[in-house]
């Protein structure tokens, strides 16, 4: 379905410009500003311009002046998704910026150049764009600015379904975010990521980023980005068929952009309406809103979103019947899609025929090349046979190596899975008996302890009345009653804690957060806990994962020192994902070469479990702890 991606630079233009630094900008000759007419329209809107300031363009210290006003007057234009009129003045002002030069501002200006192409469907001029600005920003070390051009690099690929280019280009910008502590480029990265698994359909990773999103964006308190994430989970429901969950985050997502989003925001969000609505069989509310999101996208110039759109109204059409309209946007899909084709194409006829010309050229020098190799070849077919020996020989020897090397590599692979099969079973058995032996003690605890020690305190009530009122003794007798109201408190508590009443009666959810309610807010500890499913699992399943988080708890009060702890607990058809995640003073990872033994515990339970677990640190950056339990099918 219709995901949204997160396009770095479309900021408000006063808050990226600083004082005009003028430096050399590398291979600005090479910058193309299109054909004869696009430049006349560029100088003539350029001398507009110098008019109202009432000066001419000439004028070199009110240069830089006039190429702002035509960036904030682009900006404008992107910004209400008029990508035409945005593309005119982002070309007056790079015109102007070159011939200053600022270096800084000619990247920013390209960096949006490379967007705007890409809205209206041109995308080797956007990489073009993309590139040169990339180049810049290299070349005096801006990092933040050629990680967001990285992002948009990424949204590229990703819009010419190249998913594996598009998260190299990804993951490389999240790293760089990281670096520099950018919390809008972290979560901006994150979406992105996101989205790209969803198209790959790696259902699992795409909801992990999500939510990692999701997160980012809420502790920036960026309703804007909260909004994009709520639509990418719709999109990512309506791919599962899930059609309840997409239709209520796409409805969360709408009713942010009405006061947050633009009009590409929205359109996006009435699109995913129309998907859900005929997933749903609401075949004629599903075409009026696949209808308004077409004409929303024509009325902004917009090309990317044509072909999604027509492939969804001639199914609807289809469904209601409506075989001439559905013919209709079949052919206009068909167009649309040819014409993309055709320019693809035409693009590789002038590729050939560039190689056809050089291989001309190259034939002439490969003809007197022929007579010396025919003279090599006479020397070279005596020498044949001695090589084609030594080669079948060094064949045979290699085969032989390979051979025992298979054998030896099986023989390793059968005691290896021996060892870890007998390995995980002592490890059940000691966790089977570990539980069994709390379980005891904890009855124990509560039955026989808790009890003696009620029939005590009923004894010392008994043994108060019988002695009157003499005040000393009273006294004397009442502090050892709530001597014995603290102790048996204390042995409740810890019968509790050796076996947790609310995760037999009330399940895992209830009791990982009442666990949370006790260890974390008595600490001091802000704290969210999210989760998608409202069932119960195997008890071996709920009390394993308990355990894990119940450790993962303990390490965060005794080590982390951290202000907030984010938990989310997250149900796929495949398995059970745990998402531990604090803001305190992380760890070295190398610290975890020798484990001790709460991290070796964890690491049991998991592979008892058949699952894993992974902690990721580093010092000052918090700690992430990501557990996954795989379901039976």
Request: aromatic share 12%.
């Amino acid at each position: 379905m219709l995901s949204v991606f997160i396009i770095i630079g479309s900021a408000i233009f006063a808050q990226q410009a600083d004082k005009v630094n003028r430096q050399s900008i590398p291979v600005m000759s090479s910058l193309a500003f299109g054909g004869s007419q696009e430049l006349n329209k560029l100088f003539s809107d350029i001398d507009s311009v110098g008019r109202q300031f009432e000066y001419g363009v000439s004028d070199f210290v009110k240069y830089s002046e006039i190429g702002s006003f035509c960036t904030q007057k682009a900006i404008q234009y992107f910004n209400g998704s008029n990508f035409p009129s945005a593309e005119v003045y982002f070309y007056a002002a790079l015109y102007i910026y070159v011939n200053l030069p600022d270096a800084r501002k000619t990247a920013f200006v390209l960096n949006f150049l490379g967007t705007t192409h890409m809205h209206q469907g041109d995308f080797d001029t956007a990489l073009e764009r993309y590139l040169q600005s990339l180049s810049i920003y290299e070349s005096y070390g801006n990092v933040h600015g050629a990680s967001n051009v990285y992002i948009n690099i990424g949204v590229l690929y990703k819009s010419l379904k190249e998913y594996d280019r598009a998260l190299e280009y990804y993951f490389f910008a999240l790293e760089k975010k990281k670096q520099i502590n950018h919390s809008e480029g972290v979560a901006a990265a994150y979406a992105n990521i996101a989205v790209i698994y969803n198209d790959m359909e790696e259902y699992d990773k795409s909801l992990e980023y999500q939510f990692k999103t999701l997160n980012t964006y809420k502790k920036m308190d960026n309703m804007w980005g909260v909004a994009v994430t709520y639509n990418n989970l719709a999109s990512y429901y309506i791919d599962l068929d899930m059609l309840d969950e997409a239709s209520k985050y796409c409805q969360l997502s709408y009713d942010l952009n009405q006061e947050y989003g633009g009009k590409r925001d929205l359109t996006l969000n009435i699109l995913n309406f129309a998907s859900i609505y005929f997933r749903q069989g609401h075949y004629q509310k599903a075409r009026i809103y696949a209808e308004n999101g077409l004409e929303e996208s024509r009325q902004m110039g917009t090309t990317d979103l044509d072909i999604p759109i027509y492939e969804l109204l001639v199914n609807i059409c289809d469904s209601l019947g409506d075989f001439e309209s559905a013919y209709m946007y079949q052919k206009l899909y068909y167009a649309f899609k040819d014409n993309v084709m055709g320019q693809q194409i035409q693009a590789q006829i002038e590729k050939l025929d560039l190689r056809f010309q050089n291989q001309k050229k190259e034939a002439t020098i490969e003809a007197q090349r022929f007579q010396i190799l025919e003279r090599d070849l006479r020397i070279n077919r005596r020498n044949t046979v001695i090589y084609l020996g030594i080669v079948l020989l060094l064949l045979l020897i290699a085969f032989f190596a390979f051979w025992l090397y298979r054998v030896r590599t099986m023989r390793q692979r059968e005691l290896n899975e021996l060892l870890l099969k007998d390995e995980k079973q002592k490890s059940k058995e000691i966790i089977d008996a570990v539980e069994e032996e709390r379980q005891r003690i904890a009855r124990d605890l509560h039955d026989g302890l808790g009890q003696n020690l009620a029939a005590i305190k009923l004894g010392m009530l008994h043994v108060s009345e019988s002695l009157g009122n003499e005040p000393e003794v009273q006294k004397k007798l009442r502090d050892n009653i709530e001597f014995i109201d603290q102790t048996y408190r204390e042995t409740r508590n810890l019968s509790h804690q050796m076996m947790p009443k609310a995760l037999f009666s009330l399940g895992l959810i209830d009791a990982m957060h009442d666990l949370s309610e006790r260890v974390f807010s008595n600490a001091g500890i802000k704290f969210s806990f999210d989760y998608n499913f409202d069932i119960r699992f195997s008890q071996k399943i709920e009390i394993g994962i308990y355990r894990i988080f119940q450790e993962l708890c303990n390490n965060i009060i005794k080590h982390a020192k951290a202000s907030h702890v984010d938990i989310s607990l997250l149900r796929t058809n495949e398995q059970l994902t745990l998402i531990v995640e604090d803001n305190g003073i992380g760890f070295d990872r190398e610290s975890l070469k020798t484990k001790g033994i709460g991290l070796q515990n964890m690491q049991n339970r998991a592979n008892v479990l058949n699952g894993s677990i992974e902690l990721n640190s580093a010092p000052g950056k918090g700690a992430t702890a990501l557990l996954r339990i795989p379901l039976a099918k």
